[in-house]
């Protein structure tokens, strides 16, 4: 049946406000979310600068770059406390891999006036990851997570997208998961790398969804895989189509860049992508470059 051109453009005057305003709540409900990924050094008295010195340095860093959430590998206790003190805007979560303070800590810091904390975690990468401090006794390797929900505070006199009666809100939810580790190291190490990535996948598709929530909550995966882009363990974590959906993560650059990566999944666009060149006096902070990066939720 064909239409009459007169009803149709009436039916498209009557749409067009609603698509518009539509389009303004989409645009109003992105969100902005940065992170950074960086391994600090632990505070090796062989290492030069020393930490006393270059503890300075990764304060400046993180205050120029100001990222909402930090992924930390490598961190001692004292390294973590000292950069907490000096950071009070965050929070951090995370003990030690052979558990609470000892050895070295994934921790995971995040704004504290940004964020609330839903729920967090820690799972080594062994056989037994629900043991923490199991796996070799020489370095042993772990997972920190945190799940987070952006505090939404609506303006005075505005109503927020919560209304009294919560039920199915699930979807008005703006929350989601941020993982980080530190992969074993050394040539013979590469199928412990390969199975911490199988283990991490199998872990991550457990928590995707939940309850009523039927949209896949956006994820993040950050650290130091101390493996270079198209090895095995990388091919087992990310996805070789990125615009197909993927149940792997995507790669915050293409192709991939070095040994420390920003992966991610879900409703999410990639803004900026930046491998920090940041020194004193021609000198870094840490063995490692971090890794910044600006998405859209």
């Known amino acids: 049946?064909?239409?009459?051109?007169?009803?149709?453009?009436?039916?498209?005057?009557?749409?067009f406000?609603?698509?518009?305003?539509?389009?303004?709540?989409?645009?109003?409900?992105?969100?902005?979310?940065?992170l950074m990924s960086y391994n600090i050094k632990f505070d090796s008295p062989s290492f030069e600068p020393q930490w006393k010195v270059r503890k300075e340095w990764q304060i400046e860093l993180i205050e120029k770059y100001q990222p909402d959430i930090i992924g930390t590998q490598e961190g001692l206790k004292r390294q973590i406390d000292y950069l907490q003190k000096r950071l009070?805007?965050?929070?951090v979560v995370g003990e030690g891999r052979k558990g609470g303070d000892n050895d070295e800590h994934m921790a995971i810091f995040f704004?504290?006036?940004?964020?609330?904390?839903?729920?967090?975690?820690?799972?080594?990468?062994?056989?037994?990851?629900?043991?923490?401090?199991?796996?070799?006794?020489?370095?042993?390797?772990m997972v920190t997570w945190v799940r987070l929900a952006f505090i939404d505070i609506p303006d005075e006199n505005q109503s927020g997208p919560y209304p009294q009666d919560y039920r199915g809100n699930w979807e008005k939810t703006k929350e989601?998961?941020?993982?980080?580790?530190?992969?074993?190291?050394?040539s013979k190490d590469t199928l412990a790398r390969i199975n911490?990535?199988?283990?991490?996948?199998r872990k991550i598709k457990d928590l995707e969804r939940f309850g009523s929530w039927e949209i896949e909550r956006p994820i993040f995966l950050m650290g130091d895989f101390n493996c270079l882009p198209g090895s095995a363990p990388y091919k087992i974590m990310v996805t070789e189509q990125p615009n197909n959906l993927p149940a792997k993560f995507i790669d915050s650059i293409e192709?991939?860049?070095?040994?420390?990566?920003?992966?991610?999944?879900?409703?999410?666009?990639?803004?900026?992508?930046?491998?920090?060149?940041?020194?004193?006096?021609?000198?870094?902070?840490?063995?490692?470059?971090?890794?910044?990066?600006e998405f859209i939720l």
């Open 111 to 141: 704004k504290r006036d940004k964020f609330r904390l839903r729920e967090m975690g820690s799972f080594q990468l062994s056989e037994t990851p629900e043991i923490i401090g199991s796996g070799p006794f020489v370095n042993p390797r």
């Open 255 to 293: 192709g991939g860049n070095g040994i420390d990566w920003i992966l991610f999944k879900g409703n999410i666009s990639l803004k900026q992508y930046e491998k920090v060149d940041f020194k004193i006096d021609g000198v870094y902070p840490s063995d490692h470059k971090p890794v910044y990066v």
């Open 17 to 34: 406000p609603v698509l518009c305003l539509n389009g303004q709540n989409l645009v109003r409900q992105s969100t902005p979310l940065k």
């Open 176 to 186: 989601f998961y941020v993982f980080n580790t530190h992969f074993f190291n050394g």
């Open 88 to 91: 009070p805007n965050y929070v």
């Open 1 to 15: 049946m064909e239409y009459p051109k007169k009803a149709i453009y009436v039916v498209l005057m009557f749409l």
């Open 196 to 201: 911490a990535a199988k283990l991490i996948m």
